[in-house]
């Protein structure tokens, strides 16, 4: 290994970051794999998936797993100051507040009291989590939870003070806003002897024909998924990679819109939908088996297309509701295939069931900015789980949209404390075949070309790309 040339060279394709805070950008998957360089929480996932302790050294559960201790290693901020048991709890309750800017503040509901706290109903002294010095932090949950350990490595529960001091391998040497970001090794990381890449310098570069000439010309180490793009008729031009991702793609389907709060609409909508011809023809991807991306799927389901049923379906909702079906507004960012496929369903609806619809093209932050507020009708756009397993793709679903999900959360809370998870699981998914919240497309394949030098880079449950600890031969 030659430590001058531990220097990793990537470019972001969709943009400049909305944020350096892991609780206001996590979900932009890009800045997934950013946060894990610059922080870290409790735990962390390994390269070989498994849940490995990081900022915790210890930990004690309870008998019945509703209770964690955790006991702290001695790490230092970036600054100097140590990390304590303090700053954790600081940051949870910032981040559960009722007027947080945290974008996934549901994570933190499996901790006591914490639903009630960022309802309203109860105060921010009843949270169920606290420093009992400032090397010990305890943790009561609603319920036992398997997962929690898997839970807590993602980076939405890192301590964080502001975000010029770190706690991960590396820190932030510059940020030129709208042109690129350098960070450096961390001096005073715990782990640092395992820590290799001296720099890592990344670029803003959102034309992609102009990331792929970089990737050939060798002045970028990585272009594709999840950071980059690569395009159709550029993937045998490289050494590209592929394997089937944990990427789900769904139409997110904004159920204030008083005209699609009819589940016979949202069916018809789907019915119409020729999933295999958008995989093959249009997104590369798979045609999906679930609402969950394969991997995680505990029963294959039925996504049929059906113009017959479609139309029937339709007819059935505009009765129902009374009305002349009103244009509906679907919102996309801008990447190629993104492109393509809402001109797909623009037509497809429009020709099948004879309605209007406008389409709404953004950049990726400003997309995901105004899907967050509502703004659209609907909206397509690739979601991953942010830790392993199923839980926090159903609980996004349950978070982030309001319909009839009485059946949905009971299933969900059911499969989440329950030993036979499988058979919850299943019923939940039903129950989301019958609502139809979300439309399913499909599940994404990853395509990636990496510099044959660079290795220990390995992909996490969130599909992001961990470079933490990667190194140049």
């Known amino acids: 290994m030659d430590n ?51 900022g915790a050294s210890s930990f004690d559960a309870s008998e019945d797993m509703s209770k ?49 706290i960022r309802s309203g109903q109860k105060n921010i002294d009843d949270f169920g989590a606290k ?4 090397k010990t932090l305890q943790v009561k949950l609603t319920h036992p939870y398997p997962e929690f350990l898997e839970l807590m490595a993602s980076t939405i529960f890192a301590p964080v003070k502001k975000i010029t001091i770190f706690n991960g391998p590396f820190v932030l040497d510059e940020w030129n806003r709208g042109k690129n970001l350098i960070l450096k090794k961390n001096p005073g990381y715990w782990d640092r002897k395992k820590i290799h890449l001296n720099t890592i310098e990344i670029d803003f570069v959102k034309d992609i024909p102009t990331g ?5 010309d060798q002045k970028i180490d990585w272009i594709g998924t999840p ?16 394997k089937l991702s944990d990427f789900i793609l769904w139409a997110h389907i904004n159920m204030d ?17 020729d999933r ?21 799927a505990p029963s294959k389901q039925d996504f049929e297309y059906s113009l017959e049923k479609a139309k029937l379906h339709f007819e059935a909702g505009v009765h129902e509701l009374q009305i002349d079906f009103p244009e509906i507004s679907l919102g996309y960012f801008n990447r190629p295939e993104m492109i393509a496929l809402a001109k797909y369903l623009k037509n497809t609806w429009e020709s099948n069931l ?38 926090d793709l159903l609980q996004l679903i349950e978070e982030k949209h309001n319909w009839d999900k009485g059946t949905y959360q009971k299933a969900l809370q059911a499969a989440k404390s329950s030993a036979n998870k499988t058979a919850f699981l299943i019923e939940a998914l039903e129950a989301l075949s019958e609502e139809m919240p979300v439309i399913t497309l499909s599940n994404q394949n990853e395509i990636f070309s990496v510099n044959p030098n660079l290795q220990g880079y390995y992909f996490d449950s969130a599909n992001s790309v961990d470079f933490t600890r990667s190194y140049f031969i």
């Open 68 to 116: 964690y201790t955790f006991t702290l290693k001695d790490t230092n901020w970036s600054d100097g100051n140590p990390i304590t048991a303090y700053d954790y709890v600081d940051a949870w309750k910032n981040a559960i507040l009722p007027n947080s800017d945290c974008l996934r503040a549901d994570l933190f509901d499996i901790i006591e009291n914490v639903k009630e």
């Open 212 to 216: 792929f000439s970089l990737f050939k």
């Open 276 to 296: 295999k011809y958008i995989n093959d023809a249009i997104l590369f991807g798979s045609d999906p088996i679930s609402f969950l991306p394969t991997s995680m």
């Open 227 to 242: 950071i980059s793009f690569i395009l159709p008729e550029d993937v045998n031009k490289t050494d590209s990679k592929q």
């Open 354 to 391: 004879n309605i209007s619809v406008k389409l709404i093209e953004k950049d990726w932050n400003d997309f995901r900015e105004a899907q967050e507020r509502g703004d659209f009708d609907i909206a397509v756009c690739y979601e991953s789980a942010l830790f392993p397993g199923p839980f």
């Open 4 to 54: 001058k040339k531990q220097s990793l060279r990537l470019v972001f394709q969709e943009g400049d970051l909305p944020s350096l805070h892991p609780q206001q950008n996590i979900t932009h998957i890009r800045c997934v794999g950013l946060n894990k360089l610059l922080f870290e929480s409790l735990t962390r996932i390994d390269e070989n998936q498994k849940t490995v302790l990081a």
């Open 257 to 273: 819109h008083p005209h699609l709060q009819s589940k016979n609409i949202r069916k018809a909508l789907s019915y119409v939908i």
């Open 131 to 134: 420093a009992i010095d400032n």
